[in-house]
C-alpha cells in the first residue's frame, strides 16, 4: 500500500475509535448528568465557532502556499508568521470581546461570557492547533493530527465528566482537567511537527513583502476564513446554551452521537476519493466524474440508510438501558427521525461540495456556505422564539438548511459540471428501507428490551438484505472481500 493509502487507513481506524467512544460514552455515561455534560459541550463547541475569527483562513494558506514556499526555503518563515499573527489576533480578539459589554450590555448575562475563563484560553490554543493540523498535513501525515483532534477532546469530556460525578470532585477540577488535555495537545503538535522538521522561528517579513506576497497569501486565507461558518454544530451548542439551558445542550449532544452513527460509512472516504475527483476535473471527463459521483452517493446513501433503519427501530428499547434519564431522551425521538433524515439526504448528495471546492469554483461552495450558516441561525431563532418546539424545532432548522444547502449544489454542480449524485437506485433504497423498518414496528413486541433491541434491527437487516439480493442494489460482496481486508493487514 503507498504512504497515502495506509494513511488513509490508519485515518479511518482512528476515525472509528473516536468514533465509538464518543458514542458508548454519550449513550451510558453522560445521560447521567446532562447538565454538567450540556456546559461541556458548550464551551468546546464555542469555542470551535470563534476560532475562525483569530484564525482567519490561515490554516488554508499554510496548505495551498506550501510548496511554493518549500522551493524557496521559507516554510519556517510562514510557519513562524502564521503562529505570530494567530496570537496578534487573538489579542484584538479578546480586547473586542471585553468591550462588547459597553456597547451591549446584556452580554454579561450570556453564557459565553459566564465561562470566558474557559473558553478564550481553548480559543488560542485550538487557532495555533489549527495551524499546526494543515501545516504537518503536508507531510502527508494525518493519523496523528486525527488522534489529537478526534481522541483527545473525547478523553477531556469524558476524563472531566468521570472526575465530577463518579469521583465527586469539584467543578473546578473537572474543568481544570478538560483544558489540561487541550493543552497537552497543543504541546503535542508542536512535538510532533518539530518531529517532522526542527522548527526554527523566522519572523523575517522581506519574503512575504517581495512581489506583494503577502497580499496573495492574505486573500486566500480570507476566502478560507468565510468557508468556515457552515458549522451547524457549533452554532447549535451555542444557541441551544443560550437560550434552552445547558441541560438541553447534553440532550442534544447525546442526540447527534446517536445520529452520528448514519455517517459512518463517511469517515476516511473523502481521503481517498479527493485525488479521484480532483484528477477528472482536471482532465475535463465528466462522464467518468458522474460515474464517480453516483457510485459513491448511492454506497454512502445506502450503507446510512441501512443504520438509520437499525437505529429507528432500536432506539426505544435502546434508552431503556441508560442511565436514569433514558425516558427524557424518548420523547425526543422526532429529533432523530427529522435530524437523521437530513443526514440521509446528505449522504444522497455525496461529494457535492467537494467537487465545487477542488474546482476553479470553490468561491460558490463559501458563499453557499455562508447561505446555511445565516439560515440555520435565522430558522434557530424563529424556532426557539415562536414556538414550543424546542430541540424539535432545533432539528427542524438543522433539517432544511442542511436539505437547502444540498439542493442549491446539486442544482449547481449539474448546471456546471454536468453531474448529478442521483440515480434511481436510490428510490429503491428508500422503499426497501420504509418496508423493513414497517415491518420491524409492526412485529410483536417482546417484554424483554434486550431481545427487542437485538431482534428488531436483526429483522430490519434481513429484509433489507434479501430486498438488495433481488434487486442487485449494492454491491455488498464487494464490501466483504476478503482478499482486499488481508491486502491491508498484508496477511498471507
Given amino acids: 500500500m503507498s504512504v ?48 475562525p475569527f483569530v484564525v482567519l483562513g490561515i490554516s488554508y494558506s499554510n496548505v495551498k502556499f506550501f510548496h511554493t514556499v518549500e522551493k524557496d526555503g521559507k516554510k519556517q518563515n510562514m510557519l513562524s508568521l502564521s503562529l505570530l499573527t494567530i496570537f496578534i489576533n487573538f489579542l484584538i ?9 459597553f456597547f451591549y450590555p446584556k452580554f454579561k448575562l450570556s453564557e459565553a461570557w459566564k465561562t470566558k475563563e474557559m473558553i478564550l484560553p481553548l480559543i488560542l490554543i485550538l487557532s495555533f492547533c489549527a495551524i499546526f493540523n494543515k501545516y504537518t498535513s503536508n507531510y502527508k501525515r494525518i493519523v496523528v493530527s486525527n488522534i489529537f483532534d478526534n481522541i483527545f477532546p473525547k478523553i477531556a469530556n469524558l476524563g472531566a465528566f468521570c472526575l465530577f460525578f463518579y469521583f465527586a470532585l469539584s467543578q473546578k477540577i473537572a474543568f481544570a482537567f478538560f483544558f489540561g488535555i487541550f493543552t497537552l495537545m497543543l504541546f503535542g503538535y508542536i512535538y510532533y511537527t518539530n518531529k517532522l522538521e526542527k522548527i526554527q522561528l523566522d519572523f523575517n517579513t522581506d519574503y512575504f513583502k517581495k512581489n506583494d506576497f503577502w ?119 422526532p429529533v432523530i427521525w427529522i435530524w437523521g433524515s437530513a443526514v440521509l439526504v446528505d449522504l444522497a448528495t455525496g461529494f457535492n461540495g467537494n467537487i465545487i471546492s477542488l474546482s476553479k469554483y470553490y468561491r ?33 432548522s438543522t433539517a432544511i438548511s442542511l436539505t437547502t444547502y444540498n439542493v442549491i449544489k446539486i442544482i449547481f454542480n449539474y448546471v456546471v459540471f454536468k453531474v448529478s449524485p442521483l440515480t434511481i437506485e436510490m428510490i429503491f433504497v428508500s422503499i426497501i428501507c420504509t418496508l423493513a423498518i414497517t415491518v420491524a414496528i409492526v412485529l410483536p413486541t417482546f417484554n424483554n428490551n434486550f431481545i427487542n433491541l437485538i431482534y428488531k434491527p436483526t429483522v430490519v437487516l434481513v429484509l433489507i438484505y434479501i430486498g438488495n439480493y433481488f434487486t442487485k442494489i449494492f454491491p455488498i460482496e464487494d464490501y466483504l472481500n476478503i482478499k482486499f481486508i488481508k491486502s491491508i493487514f498484508k496477511i498471507k
Avoid: W
Avoid at 468514533?19 to 461541556?40: H, N, Q, R
Fill in 4 to 51: 497515502v493509502a495506509r494513511q488513509g487507513f490508519k485515518y479511518s481506524i482512528i476515525g472509528y475509535i473516536g468514533f465509538l467512544l464518543g458514542t458508548i460514552s454519550a449513550i451510558f455515561i453522560f445521560p447521567y448528568d446532562f447538565e454538567f455534560y450540556g456546559k461541556l459541550r458548550y464551551i468546546l463547541p464555542t469555542a470551535e465557532m470563534l476560532v
Fill in 93 to 101: 480578539f479578546t480586547i473586542v470581546f471585553f468591550l462588547i459589554p
Fill in 215 to 333: 497580499k496573495e497569501f492574505f486573500n486566500y486565507s480570507f476566502f478560507g476564513f468565510l468557508g468556515t461558518f457552515g458549522n451547524y454544530l457549533a452554532i447549535n451548542s451555542f444557541m441551544i446554551g443560550e437560550y434552552l439551558g445547558m441541560e438541553e445542550v447534553g440532550i442534544y449532544s447525546v442526540l447527534y452521537a446517536l445520529i452520528s452513527l448514519i455517517s459512518i460509512p463517511q469517515l476516511g472516504l473523502f481521503n481517498i476519493s479527493a485525488p479521484i475527483i480532483n484528477k477528472t476535473l482536471a482532465d475535463g471527463d465528466m462522464k467518468e466524474l458522474d460515474r464517480f459521483h453516483k457510485k459513491t452517493s448511492l454506497s454512502l446513501y445506502f450503507l446510512g440508510a441501512v443504520l438509520f433503519s437499525c437505529i429507528m427501530v432500536g432506539f426505544p428499547f435502546l434508552t431503556q438501558f441508560m442511565p436514569k434519564n433514558g425516558t427524557m431522551l424518548r420523547e425526543y425521538e
Fill in 364 to 396: 460558490f461552495n463559501i458563499l453557499v456556505m455562508l447561505l446555511l450558516a445565516g439560515l440555520t441561525i435565522s430558522l434557530n431563532l424563529y424556532f426557539i422564539k415562536n414556538t414550543d418546539l424546542k430541540l424539535i424545532g432545533i432539528a427542524l
